[in-house]
Protein backbone atom coordinates (compact mmCIF):
# COMPACT_ATOMS: atom_id res chain seq x y z
CA UNK A 1 0.00 0.00 0.00
CA UNK A 2 3.40 2.08 0.48
CA UNK A 3 4.92 2.60 -2.58
CA UNK A 4 8.82 4.49 -2.01
CA UNK A 5 11.54 5.89 -4.13
CA UNK A 6 15.10 7.28 -3.01
CA UNK A 7 16.89 9.15 -5.10
CA UNK A 8 20.06 11.43 -4.00
CA UNK A 9 22.72 8.75 -3.96
CA UNK A 10 25.84 9.38 -6.13
CA UNK A 11 29.54 9.43 -5.87
CA UNK A 12 31.54 11.70 -3.14
CA UNK A 13 35.17 12.22 -1.95
CA UNK A 14 35.81 11.26 1.88
CA UNK A 15 34.63 13.94 4.14
CA UNK A 16 32.15 15.45 1.42
CA UNK A 17 28.05 15.35 2.15
CA UNK A 18 24.96 14.25 0.43
CA UNK A 19 21.75 14.66 1.12
CA UNK A 20 19.04 11.11 -0.13
CA UNK A 21 15.18 11.88 -0.29
CA UNK A 22 12.76 9.30 -0.08
CA UNK A 23 9.36 10.11 -1.70
CA UNK A 24 6.63 8.18 -0.42
CA UNK A 25 3.34 7.35 -2.32
CA UNK A 26 -0.17 8.15 -0.80
CA UNK A 27 -1.66 10.33 2.24
CA UNK A 28 -1.32 8.24 5.03
CA UNK A 29 2.21 8.52 5.14
CA UNK A 30 2.30 10.23 8.56
CA UNK A 31 0.59 6.52 9.93
CA UNK A 32 3.87 5.35 9.03
CA UNK A 33 7.55 5.15 10.41
CA UNK A 34 10.27 5.36 8.33
CA UNK A 35 13.57 4.45 8.38
CA UNK A 36 17.00 4.26 6.41
CA UNK A 37 18.95 1.22 5.74
CA UNK A 38 21.82 0.10 4.18
CA UNK A 39 23.66 -2.91 2.75
CA UNK A 40 27.42 -3.57 1.09
CA UNK A 41 28.11 -6.13 -1.50
CA UNK A 42 28.84 -9.30 0.45
CA UNK A 43 27.19 -7.82 3.61
CA UNK A 44 23.93 -7.77 5.77
CA UNK A 45 21.43 -4.94 5.49
CA UNK A 46 22.23 -3.01 8.55
CA UNK A 47 19.78 -0.17 10.19
CA UNK A 48 20.83 3.38 9.76
CA UNK A 49 18.20 5.90 11.19
CA UNK A 50 14.81 5.91 12.24
CA UNK A 51 12.08 8.47 12.37
CA UNK A 52 8.95 8.27 14.32
CA UNK A 53 5.64 9.18 12.33
CA UNK A 54 5.55 12.80 13.43
CA UNK A 55 9.36 13.11 13.26
CA UNK A 56 9.71 14.23 17.12
CA UNK A 57 11.91 10.96 17.91
CA UNK A 58 14.96 10.14 15.68
CA UNK A 59 17.09 7.03 16.52
CA UNK A 60 20.49 6.16 14.73
CA UNK A 61 23.22 3.33 14.62
CA UNK A 62 26.64 4.30 16.75
CA UNK A 63 28.55 4.14 13.42
CA UNK A 64 26.63 7.34 11.96
CA UNK A 65 25.85 9.09 14.70
CA UNK A 66 26.61 12.44 14.69
CA UNK A 67 27.55 12.83 11.25
CA UNK A 68 24.21 11.48 9.77
CA UNK A 69 20.11 13.32 10.31
CA UNK A 70 17.23 11.92 9.53
CA UNK A 71 14.09 14.04 8.89
CA UNK A 72 10.54 14.13 7.37
CA UNK A 73 8.09 16.45 6.12
CA UNK A 74 4.36 14.87 5.80
CA UNK A 75 3.46 17.49 3.86
CA UNK A 76 5.43 16.55 1.23
CA UNK A 77 5.01 12.76 1.73
CA UNK A 78 8.81 12.91 2.10
CA UNK A 79 11.97 11.68 4.18
CA UNK A 80 15.46 12.47 4.27
CA UNK A 81 18.78 11.68 5.37
CA UNK A 82 21.61 14.37 5.27
CA UNK A 83 25.06 12.62 5.47
CA UNK A 84 27.82 14.71 6.54
CA UNK A 85 31.64 13.99 7.23
CA UNK A 86 31.28 10.86 4.68
CA UNK A 87 33.73 7.84 4.95
CA UNK A 88 34.40 4.85 2.52
CA UNK A 89 32.59 2.76 4.84
CA UNK A 90 28.92 4.06 4.56
CA UNK A 91 30.02 3.54 0.57
CA UNK A 92 26.76 1.03 0.54
CA UNK A 93 22.94 0.91 -1.15
CA UNK A 94 20.92 2.71 1.04
CA UNK A 95 17.31 1.89 1.23
CA UNK A 96 14.08 3.68 2.47
CA UNK A 97 12.05 1.69 4.46
CA UNK A 98 8.28 2.06 6.36
CA UNK A 99 6.45 0.38 9.38
CA UNK A 100 3.02 0.55 10.12
CA UNK A 101 3.60 -0.64 14.13
CA UNK A 102 6.57 1.24 15.35
CA UNK A 103 9.46 3.39 14.19
CA UNK A 104 12.61 1.58 14.70
CA UNK A 105 13.63 -1.66 14.83
CA UNK A 106 15.86 -4.21 12.06
CA UNK A 107 14.85 -5.25 8.33
CA UNK A 108 12.07 -7.54 9.66
CA UNK A 109 10.59 -4.80 11.47
CA UNK A 110 9.48 -3.06 8.17
CA UNK A 111 6.88 -3.16 6.21
CA UNK A 112 7.57 -1.53 2.92
CA UNK A 113 10.75 -0.86 0.91
CA UNK A 114 12.17 1.25 -1.88
CA UNK A 115 14.63 0.02 -4.60
CA UNK A 116 17.50 1.62 -3.04
CA UNK A 117 19.74 3.96 -4.09
CA UNK A 118 23.57 3.83 -4.64
CA UNK A 119 26.48 5.74 -2.30
CA UNK A 120 29.95 5.57 -3.12
CA UNK A 121 32.75 7.35 -0.87
CA UNK A 122 36.22 7.53 -2.46
CA UNK A 123 39.27 7.55 -0.59
Known amino acids: QVQLVESGGGLVQAGGSLRLSCAAS????????MGWFRQAPGKEREFVAA????????YYADSVKGRFTISRDNAKNTVYLQMNSLKPEDTAVYYC????????????????WGQGTQVTVSS
Open 97 to 112: AAQRDSWRGGPADYDY
Open 51 to 58: ISRGGGMT
Open 26 to 33: GRTFSNYG
